[in-house]
């Protein structure tokens, strides 16, 4: 599965953004899509994910609350939209497919994966 991560950028803390992965290729072998991010210096850490098919979302506890997964099935597409942004939020985002088993949380999960988006919150 080919993944292109793209909506990132530099803005205030507080307001909001909304990053956008489209999915290709192998699709069928895909059971669902997640966001991961990684910050200067700190490890890659999971953020959210969605599945292809029903509701379940899965949200890190940091941001859960602030943070809304969603998806158009029809566009292949995942979308993360980000809220009440803060300083924080720093870091360039990864969105990833996985398979049908393993746990959604964990980064070695997923085969699949984006280029990444940088999202710098800053005044």
């Known amino acids: 599965v080919q993944l292109q991560a793209s909506g990132g950028g530099l803005v205030q803390p507080g307001v909001s953004l909304t990053l956008s992965c489209a999915a290709a290729g192998r699709t069928f072998s895909s059971s669902a899509v997640a966001w991961f991010r990684q910050a200067p210096g700190k490890e890659r850490e999971f953020v959210a994910a969605i599945r292809w098919s029903g509701s379940d979302t899965y949200y890190a506890n940091s941001i859960k609350g602030r943070f809304t997964i969603s998806r158009d099935n029809a566009k292949n597409t995942v979308y993360l939209q980000m809220n009440s942004l803060k300083p924080e939020d720093t870091a360039v985002y990864y969105c990833?497919?996985?398979?049908?088993?393993?746990?959604?949380?964990?980064?070695?999960?997923?085969?699949?994966w984006g280029q990444g988006t940088q999202v710098t919150v800053s005044s």
């Open positions: 990833a497919s996985r398979g049908f088993s393993g746990s959604y949380y964990r980064a070695t999960e997923y085969p699949d």
